[in-house]
């Protein structure tokens, strides 16, 4: 079967105000739009355009009413839950920084909270499922910006070091500030320890040495000397960060992060503990259906140190790109290594792209629209509709000038 659904963009305050309406093709709504879910997670399931024909509301009662049509025999045995969220994501401003938990840490740590009787829409509550939450993002504007990942050891002393080069320029150098840094990032655990330590201290208001670090590298990062050094993207990440949190730690641990520009149609995947940070830009975003999110800076929301610090892994990484393959003209595929999701992107789908469908899946249109038949039915979607099809249409016929972005599951391997 073929659903049409739809949803209203949720209005973080993060949110842009026309990006999102732009790729719907609609009017803005005057709020921030941050982000559209087009799934069947609680927060937001994806509303049915046709609530009389497919006998229900919304996608995740449609999926509840029969899940064996909906999602196929192997994962309505899984908790009859549709394993992907797919979003369309705009920031204009920083969204906070933040990782995510293994399987385990997920389970255990749901398991916890709810054996102490933590209300599941607390504020400070940390797991409100048991699921572990992997996410891809795809850039869909012609950059996106990104923190992700612990950067390598050497580059983030040579990034202290401009920081070093430009106080000793200044009228008033502060070398005992950038010490503090210095120092952690020597020890035996230096990026846990360095993070640790302007966690617990920086959230202390303008009193610790950590507010005094901050405070330094927030007036180094616009010298002339940072803004023309090989970082200087970082030290303008680091001016916008102070500009929208002031005085937060989440500043300085910017510059121990990968800075990532994204061009359209590249793609980042954060697996479990990357702790990542998205700054600018409109992207389609494909998870697991979870709401598991660890904060550590940058927002006014909870944030739990000591969890954060164990479900954070330190160990520092290149970017975590992930190449798009071609598995047939004009058709690119985003495979992460995980059995949740794999995202497919088609354009120029003349005369017609035949797509076996091994799950569930979730269709999204961007510019012109397209057209989707199975075995069993067809459904037109406009620019920015959206439909779900049953794994029993057993393919996609993809047709159409518009691009289909299409979330689905991957096969299974035997």
């Known amino acids: 079967m073929f659903v049409a659904i739809r949803n209203h963009p949720r209005d973080y305050a993060w949110g842009s105000h026309t990006a999102i309406a732009e790729f719907l093709g609609v009017e803005p709504s005057g709020s921030p739009e941050a982000e559209l879910w087009l799934g069947a997670h609680a927060g937001s399931p994806a509303e049915v355009v046709d609530p009389d024909a497919a006998g229900a509301d919304d996608l995740a ?31 204009a401003r920083p969204l906070s920084l933040q990782a995510h938990p293994t399987p385990d840490q997920a389970r255990i740590g749901f398991a916890r909270e709810e054996a102490e009787g933590v209300p ?41 070091g401009v920081l070093r080069e430009a106080d000793a320029a200044d009228d008033d150098p502060q070398p005992g500030a950038l010490d503090l840094l210095g120092s952690r990032i020597e020890g035996p655990d230096p990026l846990r320890e360095a993070v640790a330590w302007l ?15 901050i405070e330094r590298t ?15 993207a970082s030290f303008r990440t680091v001016l916008d960060l102070a500009a929208e949190y002031p005085g937060d730690p989440g500043i300085v641990i910017s510059l121990l992060l990968n800075r990532v520009t994204l061009r359209r149609g590249e793609a980042l995947f954060l697996d ?30 909870h944030i739990d140190i000591p969890e954060l610090l164990e479900v954070l892994d330190f160990a520092p990484i290149e970017p975590p790109l992930l190449a798009a393959v071609e598995v047939a003209p004009g058709v690119l595929e985003y495979r992460p290594p995980v059995p949740d999701f794999t995202l497919l992107r088609v354009e120029g789908a003349s005369p017609e792209v035949r797509l076996p469908l091994s799950g569930p899946a979730v269709v999204l249109a ?39 972005w299409i979330a689905t599951v991957p096969p299974t391997v035997p």
């Open 366 to 404: 961007e510019g012109e629209g397209v057209e989707l038949a199975g075995r069993h039915g067809a459904i037109a979607l406009e620019r920015g509709g959206a439909a779900f099809a049953s794994p029993d249409e057993r393919e996609l016929a993809v047709t159409g000038g518009g691009i289909a």
């Open 120 to 160: 599941i829409d607390a504020f400070d509550r940390n797991y409100r499922d048991p699921y572990a939450k992997p996410e891809l993002i795809v850039a869909v504007s012609d950059t996106f910006e990104a923190l992700s990942g612990f950067r390598d050891l050497e580059e983030v002393r040579a990034v202290l």
């Open 272 to 301: 479990a503990g990357n702790v990542h940070a998205y700054l600018s830009g409109l992207g389609i975003e494909l998870m697991a259906a979870s709401d598991n999110v660890l904060r550590g800076g940058l927002t006014p929301k």
């Open 199 to 213: 966690l617990q201290d920086g959230r202390g208001g303008d009193s610790g040495e950590a507010a005094w670090l």
């Open 61 to 91: 009662g449609l999926i509840a009413a029969n899940p064996g049509l909906a999602l196929g025999p192997e994962h309505a045995r899984e908790g009859a839950r549709l394993p992907f969220l797919l979003k369309v994501l705009a920031a």
């Open 218 to 232: 927030t007036a180094l990062a616009g010298s002339e000397i940072a803004l023309a050094s090989p970082y200087a």
